[in-house]
Each structure stands twice: as C-alpha cells, then as structure tokens.
C-alpha cells in the first residue's frame, strides 16, 4: 500500500494536487487541519492510498518474479497486502473522489463543514448523501439546500422544561466548570418563570464554591423568586418538598472537572433517581470537540436529557455542536450568546444551528446569484 500527504491552503486544493499525482483510483484516508509543526505546508493536509506505488514516468517495466519463486505465491502475497489495506482503509476511506472532485458542489460542502470543525466523517456521509439526491446540472445554491436537508437529519432540538407528566416543572442544570450554568439558569428563571407569570424558586446545590450559591441568591433577590442553598442530596429533597407548589424549580449544580466526578457522585445518583427532574447537560461551544465529548462521557452519570450550549459569541465555528448532538442523539435544548440576563438566551432551533454552520457557503452562493 502506498500512502501520501497533501497539503494546501484548502481540502480542495490538497485533493486536486493528490489526484493529479495519483490519479482517480486513490483513497481519500483523511483530511483535517495540517499539524502546526507542517502548517507551512498548507492549512490543510489530506491523506490519500495507493494500492501500489505510482509508476514514475519512464520507468522501466515491472520485472518478472525471480526465478524459482512460484508465481503463485506471489500472487497470494499481494492478494494478501490488498486485503490487508482494505481492512485498514474500511473505517475511514470515503470512496475514490468522485464527489470530491475539486470542481464539485459537493467537495465545497464538505470543506465548509470541515472547516466548521465537523467531524471528517460525518461531513462526509453529508456529502455523499448530497451527492445522491443532487441533480447534475445543480447549482451550488440547490446543493447547499439539499446539505441542509442532510444535516437537519443528524440532529434533533427539544427546547421545552421540566417533564411534562409532572405537576411543576423541576429543571437541574450540570456541567463543568465555567460552562455558564448559574447565569443561564438566571436567564432561564426570567424568561420561563417570571415573564410568563410562573412560580419560581432557585435552588443551588453547589456549595462547593460559596460564589456560586452567593450569585445566585443575588438572582433571586433582584427577580424577587424564592432560594434556597441545598448542601446535600437530602436537603435537596426537603427543598424540592417545600417548593413543591412552584411551577418552575431550577437547580444548579457544581461545576466538576475531570478529577471531581467523584464529589458529585451521590447527587448524580439523586438526580437520575427522580425522573420528574429534567436534566440538562451545559457546555461551552468553544470547546474543541475532543474536550465537548470527554465532558459528556464524564456527566453520564447524570444521565441528562439534552445539551444546552452556551458561549455561541465566543466561536465561529459550530460542527463541535452538530458533532455531539449527532453522536450522542440527545437533543439540543437552548443556546447563549452572551452574559446579559435574559437577553442573550434563545431556544434551540435546527434552522439557527445550521445557518451558522454553512454561514459562509450561504454568503458565497448569495455573492454569486
């Protein structure tokens, strides 16, 4: 098997480069930010397969196998190298670049959303699903209609509160550190609770971090709601029993880091105990997608419900989002740009979502009309 790298300001260029070089039967292996050590190079590296070294112009014919080797056995060996390389290439090759074909609609999508920062291959299943329900003679602004459709197939939103079986509404909120859960939960209050003249009380369970409670408690007062400080799963649950006429209850959480999961063991376990608690997970979109899922594979012991993202002002960049969301298949709830209480609180709408991962195609498209 021959592999090589290409690099270049754009996928499409590597891709372009790497086909003239190897020709239309090389395997796209992968594509993603070129490592800064090579970012000389080019933005961007993409890793293309041979089956077999290209032929230099001018070279001299293949030799015959050597004498007494069985011709045989030669041929079990390659037999055996090509099926080795279409083990390794079956996890992450996308088919010979058909579709990414430097002049297609379809290569341009792909490279908007890996530059969004989706996932390689969930851009590309997008990709190829455009491919197959694209007409040939589309235009690009056809083919970004039809990612659009592809991609509100990846992902859902789910922007109500607290479980509607229930007779008030109680609505916990977790995540880690910083992710903005205490001001959120204060955007929520107003917007959910006092403007639409709703019983509410604030409850915070962290008192790990006396500012935390503390700024809460302020919430409260300024939006003149009920609050309480629950140090323990138990006095958590006489809180929620004095509340219990409420008909909007918000819970903060601690903020746990990775080595602190322990510490919130045993209200993770109270959480998940109650199901009229609706959970939502809280987590910043500046995260890199690596750190976003190591964060949700940590909270699963509070078995959340759905994703809250906050801190959409401070990215550019939204396929961590889609990438969670599509992976995990748990729905999008709200979204925050921004530390004004309540302004900067909108709930989750897949139309928003996807507007903000193809914004650049759609001001491309709109250019060219």
């Not at 329900?133 to 990612?147: I, K, N, V």
């Not at 608690?277 to 012991?301: C, N, P, Q, W, Y």
Request: proline share 6%; glycine share 8%.
């Amino acid at each position: 098997m021959f592999v090589k790298s290409f690099f270049a300001a754009t996928i499409e260029d590597a891709l372009a480069a790497g086909g003239r070089e190897l020709g239309p039967d090389a395997l796209l292996v992968q594509s993603k930010k070129a490592p800064v050590e090579a970012r000389h190079l080019g933005e961007y590296e993409v890793v293309l397969a041979l089956a077999a070294p290209p032929a230099a112009a001018g070279a001299p014919p293949a030799q015959r196998p050597a004498a007494g080797v069985p011709v045989e056995r030669e041929l079990a060996e390659l037999r055996r190298q090509i099926d080795g390389m279409r083990r390794s290439l079956t996890q992450t090759a996308v088919a010979a670049p058909r579709w990414l074909a430097p002049s297609s609609h379809t290569a341009r999508i792909y490279t908007l959303l890996v530059e969004a920062e989706v996932a390689p291959a969930l851009a590309g299943e997008i990709a190829e699903g455009v491919a197959a329900h694209l007409e040939p003679a589309a235009d690009f602004r056809q083919a970004l209609a039809r990612a659009r459709a592809e991609i509100e197939t990846r992902f859902s939103v789910d922007a109500t509160l607290g479980c509607e079986s229930a007779a008030g509404r109680i609505v916990a909120l977790a995540g880690p550190p910083g992710a903005g859960k205490t001001t959120t939960l204060a955007k929520l209050a107003v917007t959910y609770g006092l403007a639409a003249r709703r019983p509410v009380a604030l409850i915070s369970a962290d008192h790990y971090r006396i500012a935390a409670a503390e700024q809460l408690r302020a919430y409260a007062a300024i939006l003149g709601v009920s609050f309480d400080l629950a140090e323990t799963p138990r006095a958590l649950a006489q809180a929620l029993q004095l509340h219990r006429g409420k008909e909007l209850i918000l819970i903060d959480t601690p903020g746990l880091a990775g080595g602190d999961m322990d510490q919130g063991a045993d209200l993770a376990a109270f959480l998940r105990s109650r199901p009229d608690i609706d959970t939502h997970l809280v987590l910043s979109a500046s995260m890199k997608s690596a750190d976003i899922t190591g964060a949700v594979e940590r909270f699963e012991i509070f078995e959340p419900a759905k994703l809250l993202f906050t801190r959409l002002d401070e990215t550019g960049t939204l396929g961590p989002v889609l990438n969670e969301a599509a992976r995990t298949r748990r729905p999008v709830s709200f979204l925050t740009a921004g530390q004004q209480v309540p302004e900067h609180l909108e709930p989750a709408a897949k139309d928003r979502i996807i507007d903000l991962l193809l914004a650049t195609g759609t001001a491309e498209a709109r250019a060219a009309a």
